[in-house]
DNA sequence: GACCAGGCACATC
DNA sequence: GATGTGCATGGT
């Protein structure tokens, strides 16, 4: 049942926008940057702080081990939330480069779940960049559960009351198969969607998702 | 000028 | 354990 709801939105996102071609980085560790760097923020404005690292040559885990904290900043400065970010960049390159020895594709064999907690132990990654971070550049099968998913399936009514982030991701890992490709196009979907129609401020007309029950008076989870 | 954007840590109750 | 606040830029 929940399955096939679930199906049905996927299969109405995608067939008004196609697919989206998540995540939009060259490399594993240019996606984990863009996930701590996109926290609370526009991508526009992360694009121009990760141009600023390619321009400089810094997308690389021994030279962003090198960089100060105050010259990583400035680069990174149009992202916002500069100088926290930068902490949280250089935690999590600490955690590559020191527990890892370097090269990201060394953690692929890892487990998901060891992953996940070791990612979670690190200053600055919670759930969301955490999650990101596995499916996009590790591509492992974990479903992102950002604040556009719960906000429409919030207005959907096809949550419980007081579902946090853990309960809706599960609800799609358990309704869905553990799918790489389908997660990742699902979560740039509903990110897509979100953007389009369904901000705080809701705009359902022309929506894929207009005809589905919903509660357009219901704020944001 | 207010509100929002592909969150998280920390303080306080 | 729930709720509030700082971080900080740039677009609408």
Known sequence: MRSEILMDIYERLYARFGPQHWWPGETPLEIMIGAVLTQNTNWKNVEKAIANLKAASLLDIRKLEQICPDRLAKLIQPAGSFNVKARRLKNLIAWLSEKHGGPIESLKPLSTAQ????????????????DSI???????????????????LGRHRLLEEGAGYDDIQSLFETSLPKDTALFNEYHALLVRCGKEYCKPKPACAGCPLEDLPHDTQKECL
Do not use: C, H, N, Q
């Open 115 to 130: 992953l996940r907690e070791e990612l979670l132990s690190i200053r600055g990654i919670g759930p969301e960049t955490a």
């Open 134 to 152: 596995l499916l996009y550049a590790l591509e492992k099968p974990v479903f992102v559960a950002d604040a556009y998913t719960a906000r429409i």
